[in-house]
């Protein structure tokens, strides 16, 4: 029986979780929750931080793996690269490669050496917040962080002063990246590497909230993409130069592009399963079996190129949050997932607990993955899904935060 290390147990990577009970493999859970969703299918579950990458291969050294891998989540690519190099697992990435693909200064430098649009950026400390380099807003973020942690829009240097200690939270770097802010709608490609070509599997609109501050929190995925529509070719051309550009040689990559009136621009990449639940839409979508190309490669068996085939005309991935408060009602799971247009569905909160304020993707109430035969139809399933779905305080009073296409 082979033994496969999964990085993270969160409802991202409960699919690879079932999908190895069904493949007869033993798993192996990495993370540092006590009771986090995929620990009732793992193996073994040991409570280890999968961003402690050094701790995390000295616990993989004594386990006898056969493999590692992760999805949905970003700064464990790094720490699977580094487990595999370490022990002589199988790997898509040598470490090297992950760590440009996790680290955004290294991600940055790269994109910009090879030509490739992206936001204008600097790399400061806390003492160089006064000066501001760009006209307009600016974006603070982490540099290895991931889920919105730490990520903020600023105006003034007193503001980026007074939350440079929030983001910096959030890294384990010394400095922050600082961006100019760029007004644009966010289009998501996800793609296969094989031979060192890319083949773009899907092309979503990654729509968010508009919030002030905490800008790029995800409320919804959409497809096919109305904001890419006619720039299908720009963006295979792109992804193809960032494979090019990173040396990637084989596996998934998942590139957030930015559309505005200055043209497309690449906001940041991952070679992984995106945090969307793409290993559920893409099967759906293209009839390609992403999930089981991410084990078989972790496992070291061979992954023939992608074959694609036309599958459902439509899908969301819907992510709602909710306002700040006591969780007294939400939809059972099983109603949810009784919708017939219903594909995949899980939440991460339960009645009675206490809802965080909205801040990042960590305050997430769940998502619903829903498919359609076209675009018209799934209009119609967004209604009835809404008219079931509710999100209650005690008072009986919605808490859904609004969102519209």
């Known amino acids: ?8 147990g969160s409802n991202c990577q409960i699919a690879a979780f079932r999908r190895a009970k069904r493949l007869g493999l033993e798993t192996v859970l990495f993370d540092y929750l006590q009771n986090p969703p995929a620990a009732a299918l793992a193996d073994l579950h040991l409570p280890i931080s999968t961003f402690d990458w050094r701790g995390c291969a000295r616990q993989a050294a004594l386990l006898h793996l056969d493999g590692v891998m992760t999805l949905g989540t970003d700064q464990p690519v790094f720490t699977a690269a580094y487990i595999a190099q370490r022990l002589g697992l199988p790997s898509y990435l040598s470490k ?35 000066h501001w380099p760009y006209p307009g807003d600016l974006v603070m973020k982490p540099l290895d962080s991931q889920g919105q942690k730490g990520v903020f829009r600023v105006s003034s240097p007193e ?66 993409s109305r904001y890419a529509q006619g720039q299908e070719g720009l963006l295979s051309t792109l992804t193809q130069q960032i494979t090019d550009a990173f040396g990637i040689p084989k596996g998934p990559l998942y590139i957030q592009y930015l559309f505005g009136e200055e043209g497309v621009v690449v906001n940041e990449l991952a070679c992984r399963i995106g945090g969307a639940f793409e290993d559920v839409t893409i099967p759906s979508a293209t009839g390609f079996d992403i999930l089981g190309a991410v084990m078989d490669g972790a496992l070291g068996r061979e992954v ?60 997430r109430l769940g998502h619903i993955v829903l498919t359609a035969e076209n675009e018209e139809q799934m209009g119609r399933y967004l209604k009835e899904f809404y008219r079931v779905f509710q999100v209650l305080d005690e008072a009986g009073n919605n808490m859904l935060l609004p969102f519209e296409e």
């Open 1 to 8: 029986m082979a033994r496969l290390l999964i990085l993270g």
């Open 159 to 224: 503001e980026a002063v007074c939350l440079y200690s929030r983001t910096a939270a959030y890294s384990r770097c010394k400095k922050i990246l600082w961006e100019r802010y760029y007004p644009s709608k966010e289009v998501t490609v996800s793609a296969w590497v094989d031979g060192g070509i890319a083949t773009v599997l899907t092309i979503t609109d990654r729509m968010t909230f508009p919030h002030p501050k905490h800008i790029g929190v995800c409320a919804a995925h959409r497809y096919p």
């Open 304 to 363: 023939p190129p992608p074959k694609i085939e036309k599958g459902c005309g439509s899908f969301r991935v819907l992510m709602p949050f909710a306002r700040q408060g006591k969780l007294a009602y939400i939809t059972p799971l099983e109603e949810t997932k009784a919708l017939p247009f219903v594909q995949d569905a899980g939440y991460n909160f339960r009645q009675g607990q206490v809802l965080p304020a909205f801040e990042h993707a960590g305050a």
């Open 96 to 130: 090297e490669q992950a760590l440009a693909v996790t680290n955004k200064a290294l991600m940055k430098h790269i994109l910009t050496d090879h030509g490739i649009p992206t936001n204008p950026y600097r790399l400061v400390g806390e003492e160089g917040l006064t």
